[in-house]
Antibody, heavy 119, light 110 residues
Framework: QVQVLQSGAEVKKPGASVKVSCKAS????????VHWVRQAPGQGLEWMAI????????SYAQKFQGRLSMTRDTSTTTVYMELNNLRSEDSAMYYC????????????WGQGTLVTVSS | QSALTQPASVSGSPGQSITISCTGT?????????VSWYQQHPGQVPRLMIY???KWPSGVSNRFSGSKSGNTASLTISGLQAEDEADYYC??????????FGSGTKVTVL
């Protein structure tokens, strides 16, 4: 069964960093891209970034440039998303989702990781 | 990159058809045939309903259909059912490996 499984909820202080993991199972990890999408409480979906596990390459939405990074651990088929210099507006549910190369659609999605930024 | 424009809400009676629009620019919706639609029930994970403007993923009812004209894509739900009540988001490829979502539409079944 194809799944992407995310790490648990996080509570962070303003200025801190958060690292969220997304573990792939049921498919060949390096054959698919991973996207990150977030959703603030009561708000819509916001695309953040794409990661290519094979090429170890990324593309980011402009608003996250310089504050967002992604890495992978091929041995555990896990992609990590790290967001730095957190502010209260970063409080949101963060989702990872799979994309087949050049498909331009996301399926399946992870269960989501709630990140709360509060002093 | 600004969010694609969707109506905040659309409603219809059971059995009716409704259409949700998704308006972008020539740099996203109008420039690529890579528009997808996602359904999200409260507290749940988004679910892919349509991809590449008008294609159905396995397991999605053909009551859902998609189309595009110029910079505007549309999702039509035919034979509206109570279970279709949810939020719907469009998403478009925007070039250079980036994507943009729509602002979201709440569908209410009267």
């Amino acid at each position: 069964q194809v799944q992407v499984l995310q790490s648990g909820a996080e509570v962070k202080k303003p200025g801190a960093s958060v690292k969220v993991s997304c573990k792939a199972s049921g498919y060949t990890f390096t054959n698919y891209y991973v996207h990150w999408v977030r959703q603030a409480p009561g708000q819509g979906l916001e695309w953040m970034a794409i990661f290519n596990p094979t090429a170890d390459s990324t593309s980011y939405a402009q608003k996250f440039q310089g504050r967002l990074s992604m890495t992978r651990d091929t041995s555990t088929t896990t992609v990590y998303m790290e967001l730095n210099n957190l502010r209260s507006e970063d409080s949101a549910m963060y989702y990872c989702a799979r994309e087949c190369p050049s498909c331009c659609w996301f399926d399946p999605w992870g269960q989501g990781t709630l990140v709360t930024v509060s002093s | 990159q600004s969010a694609l424009t969707q109506p905040a809400s659309v409603s219809g009676s059971p059995g009716q058809s409704i259409t949700i629009s998704c308006t972008g620019t020539s740099s996203d919706v109008g420039g690529y045939n890579h528009v997808s639609w996602y359904q999200q029930h409260p507290g749940q994970v988004p679910r892919l309903m349509i991809y590449d403007v008008s294609k159905w993923p396995s397991g999605v009812s053909n009551r859902f259909s998609g189309s595009k004209s110029g910079n505007t894509a549309s999702l039509t739900i035919s034979g509206l059912q109570a279970e279709d009540e949810a939020d719907y988001y469009c998403c478009s490829y925007a070039g250079s490996g980036t994507y943009v979502f729509g602002s979201g539409t709440k569908v209410t079944v009267l």
